[in-house]
């Protein structure tokens, strides 16, 4: 981030780094409380210009917003190539490490800033959900899910956006833990409503017919049955 240079620039070029500036900015600290003013120090450039290329914070904000969400929504993307669980840990790992990197930015991004309210914000996040889930339809090779299926990834999704926001206020579990248990977390829901409906169950058998023993959803199964081995027999019996 440049501090106190000032160079000409194209206007292009300008606004790309000021969008830069503010977003690096935003992710260390709410957008509420970051001014104009800290922006054109941290660009090297006066108060008026930041004026000249944006009409106030909020469009700064949304630009911002724009360039993070767009980041966000690749972080999903992964080629349909081994299993599953593998394929979902490692999508995981890309999606925390925006989180790691953009902290307060997520937390507004996901939560509001001073574009809280703003139709342009809001559809914007809305993308980055949609896109998520797309991304995970095309990992399970469906292209027109069952309202169950799209049920679960719908959820799984809220889900993981849910535990990193959690996960950002102290980050008491470790951070590697909680990507394994939300591919966890996918699998579970699918074998709930699997349990419930023959679609579903015919689609979850197919997805984890090439799981490794020694993957993430066998390491799921081998923790579940050895919790169950430690269940009181009468318990073992009603489950």
Avoid: C
């Avoid at 501090?3 to 194209?10: L, Q």
């Avoid at 690096?24 to 008026?48: M, Y």
């Amino acid at each position: 981030m440049t501090t106190g240079v000032r160079r000409r620039m194209g206007v292009e070029e300008r606004k790309q780094q000021l969008i830069g500036v503010a977003l690096e900015l935003f992710s260390h600290r709410s957008p509420e409380d970051v001014s104009i003013d800290e922006i054109a120090a941290a660009a090297g450039i006066s108060r008026p210009l930041v004026y000249h290329y944006f009409p106030g914070k909020q469009s700064l904000y949304e630009a911002a917003v724009r360039r993070a969400a767009d980041d966000l929504a690749t972080r999903f993307l992964e080629p349909r190539e081994g299993p599953l669980g593998a394929r979902l840990h490692r999508v995981m790992g890309r999606f925390f490490d925006f989180v790691d990197e953009h902290g307060a930015g997520f937390f507004a991004l996901m939560r509001g800033g001073p574009a809280v309210g703003s139709s342009t914000a809001n559809a914007m996040i809305d993308e980055v959900r949609q896109a998520a889930y797309e991304q995970i339809l095309a990992h399970l090779g469906v292209g027109d899910p069952p309202a169950r299926l799209e049920l679960v990834v719908r959820s799984w999704v809220s889900l993981a956006e849910t535990k990193a926001l959690i996960w950002l206020d102290g980050r008491r579990v470790p951070r590697g833990e909680l990507e394994l248990q939300l591919v966890h977390d996918f699998a579970a829901l699918a074998a709930v409503s699997a349990a419930y409906d023959e679609e579903m169950a015919t689609i979850l058998l197919g997805l984890v017919a090439d799981e490794p023993a020694d993957g993430a959803f066998g390491d799921l199964l081998g923790r579940l049955t050895m919790l169950s081995t430690e269940m009181p027999p009468a318990q073992r019996t009603q489950a």
